[in-house]
C-alpha cells in the first residue's frame, strides 16, 4: 500500500498543503498546476468579480471539458464496438467459407 505523502500546491497565490498518495503526487502537481492555469484566465477576463464567482465559473469550464471529453470516449468507445461486430461478422463469414 502507498504511503501518504505531504505535499503543498499553489492555486492563485496560494499554497495549500495536501496529503495524497505516493504514487499520485505527480498527478496532484499537474492536476493544481492545470487548474491554477484556468483559474488566471478566468481572473484576467472577469476581473471585476469576487474570487467565488471566478472560482464556479472555472469550476463550470473544467466540468464543461470533462462532460466533452466523456461524450468523446463513450462516442470511440460505440464506434470501436460496432467496427467489432463488423469484424467478427466478417471472420464468421470467412470461417464459414474455408470449413
Known amino acids: 500500500m502507498s504511503n501518504m ?3 503543498k500546491v499553489t492555486i ?4 495549500i498543503p495536501l496529503k495524497v498518495h505516493e504514487s499520485e503526487v505527480e498527478n496532484t502537481k499537474r492536476i ?3 487548474v491554477d492555469e484556468k483559474l488566471k484566465i478566468f481572473r484576467n477576463q472577469f476581473s471585476n ?3 467565488s464567482t471566478i472560482m464556479i465559473l472555472t469550476c463550470l469550464s473544467i466540468t464543461e471539458e470533462l462532460f466533452e471529453l466523456r461524450t468523446r470516449l463513450n462516442q470511440t468507445e460505440h464506434r470501436e464496438d ?10 464468421s463469414k470467412l470461417l464459414k467459407e474455408i470449413s
Open 5 to 7: 505523502q505531504s505535499i
Open 32 to 34: 493544481a498546476l492545470y
Open 82 to 91: 460496432e467496427i467489432m461486430e463488423q469484424i467478427n461478422k466478417e471472420v
Open 49 to 51: 468579480q469576487p474570487d
Open 12 to 15: 492563485l497565490g496560494k499554497q
